[in-house]
């Protein structure tokens, strides 16, 4: 029952995700176990199913709208809507209708491209009012918790894959005018049941599943092939290769079926070789750490080599099966202003080396001059989590993070993934010279010559009434008191805020930083990419 539950399991998996088959070239015919040619790798006689991006989608509704929501929608996903709603309710009386023909509401769809990788990932979903409707704005609107399923399945029978909620963002800083009838729920979506990796033999054969089974487990620990039957053998990514999937999996499709002393010096010898002078320099690096650490001694001559493509990879490897060596290696690359594997070399280190001989080259290296080389040196601290980046979350919707030892005032800030605005060589002042605004004037930041504190001002929509609190020059404190929701505690006000959203936020830093207001650089990061 369980290998028929887990069988099921795979070949659900196979049938809904997009996959990528191993072994792609000419495919060797599959051999028994017992009689394997001694070239015979795990690709070359399985296919190895590793769950790629599902398209999926659905239809909410959005809410806090202010007047530019639409009373229309559709019968069909009136009825859906209504269904989905009321089996989310405790209690009832509940007028569902009331809530979608509310001006103040808009029904959308959602739709994104889900990681199926494992339970719990985050993942970007766009939100389109929908065509035949009357909605003007999503601007400022908050989506309700809704369900995802795979594209064109839509039904409310139809098994959920994700769930998604959240504040929708509009981009209004970029260089075209923004469409307010589509945003995103930056990092909103959610996946519900990650989906299994499975090496199936091309053959069903006992004996080669127990020996991949047997070899991979020995290699990288028991229970990194839970269950195995002669048609399927699921497969975990261990700890040490969480961040590196796609790596891992070239390792289990390049480990050989077949070893002897003689013919792994001789595959070591060749792949070494390869390493050093052949166009695909991927794949031996791939075929060396499938082998372990029996290659690094042949691997170490290549740290002299003379192209430095070959120094890093060999470096890498070397790190990667625990060798240090390549880590002197790898840290010479990272600093080497001149060099093209900056990034890829200091990526490698933090992934494999030491913590603290990490966080000390990612700290140097938040100070370089190139921005790329700074802002890769600031995601691998983070990681690391480094007490040179303080973090704290606004509002419950995204993250202030402020990186003390760069040498430079930059301000970054998201537009895809988790949201976060990052003060580099904080603390950042702002002068006392200021007044910006949001489009709409609802909000400003204004602070005249020789004030000593800045007003953060924020006008009551469809009132005459008008927040307004202090702060000081501090750009940590100004976004935290703009955008932080306020605290009351029995008529005590114990925490300020005026509850400003994430796009309104980095909206008016822009325009602090384009007025010279705050002498920073202000980097914005990409917009989603989902097709």
Not at 55 to 60: F, I, L, S, T
Not at 246 to 258: G, N, S
Not at 291 to 309: C, D, Q, T, Y
Request: contains cysteine; glycine residues 6%.
């Amino acid at each position: 029952m369980k290998n028929h539950k887990l069988r099921t399991t795979v070949a659900t998996a196979a049938a809904v995700i997009i996959v990528y088959i191993a072994g792609c070239g000419q495919q060797a015919q599959t051999q028994p176990a017992d009689k394997l040619d001694v070239g015979a790798t795990i690709g070359a006689l399985t296919d190895v199913f590793a769950p790629q991006a599902i398209p999926v989608e659905g239809y909410a509704i959005v809410g806090g709208l202010r007047g530019t929501g639409s009373a229309q929608c559709p019968p069909q996903i009136r009825a859906y809507l209504k269904q989905y709603i009321l089996t989310q309710l405790s209690a009832g009386g509940f007028d569902v209708d009331e809530l979608i023909d509310s001006d103040n509401t808009a029904v959308v769809r959602v739709h994104g491209l889900m990681p199926a990788a494992r339970k719990g990932k985050r993942f970007d979903v766009t939100v389109d009012a929908l065509a035949p409707t009357q909605t003007t704005s999503l601007q400022g609107g908050w989506l309700y918790k809704a369900t995802l399923k795979k594209a064109r399945t839509f039904g409310l029978s139809t098994r959920s894959l994700a769930t998604v909620q959240g504040p929708v963002f509009i981009d209004t800083i970029g260089p075209r005018q923004a469409d307010k009838k589509t945003g995103y729920i930056l990092s909103g979506g959610r996946v519900r049941d990650g989906y299994p990796m499975a090496i199936v033999p091309r053959e069903p054969d006992y004996m080669l599943a127990r020996r991949i089974s047997d070899l991979l487990d020995t290699r990288f620990g028991k229970g990194t092939t839970p269950a195995a039957s002669p048609d399927y053998i699921e497969l975990k990514v261990p700890t040490e290769y969480a961040e590196q999937r796609q790596r891992f999996i070239d390792i289990v499709k390049a480990m050989y079926l077949v070893s002897t002393p003689e013919l792994t010096a001789e595959r070591i010898a060749t792949f070494t070789r390869d390493l050093a002078v052949s166009q695909d320099k991927h794949s031996s690096e791939i075929a060396l750490e499938a082998i372990g650490r029996v290659s690094v001694g042949k691997l170490s001559a290549l740290l002299n080599s003379s192209n430095e493509e070959v120094r890093m990879r060999a470096a890498r490897c070397m790190l990667y099966l625990g060798d240090n060596r390549g880590q002197a290696m790898l840290r010479t690359i990272a600093m080497d202003k001149a060099s093209s594997y900056r990034i890829e070399a200091l990526k490698a280190i933090t992934a494999a080396a030491n913590r603290s001989d990490a966080a000390f080259v990612a700290r140097t290296l938040v100070r370089d001059d190139d921005f790329n080389v700074r802002f890769a040196a600031y995601e691998q601290l983070l990681k690391l989590d480094d007490v040179t980046i303080s973090q704290t979350v606004i509002a419950g919707n995204f993250y202030l993070e402020q990186v003390a030892q760069a040498n430079r005032k930059e301000i970054y800030v998201s537009r895809s993934g988790r949201p976060r605005i990052v003060l580099f060589d904080a603390p950042i002042y702002c002068r006392n010279d200021v007044f910006v605004e949001t489009d709409n004037g609802s909000i400003a930041i204004d602070a005249s010559p020789g004030q000593d504190r800045v007003s953060l001002i924020r006008k009551v929509p469809n009132q005459p009434r008008v927040v307004k609190l202090n702060s000081s020059f501090e750009l940590g404190e100004i976004i935290r008191k703009l955008a932080e929701e306020p605290l009351l505690k029995k008529g005590t006000l114990l925490r300020p805020g005026l509850n400003v959203s994430y796009a309104d936020t980095i909206a008016l830093i822009k325009q602090m930083c384009d007025t010279g207001a705050v002498d920073a650089e202000f980097r914005a990061g990409p917009l989603p990419k989902i097709e």
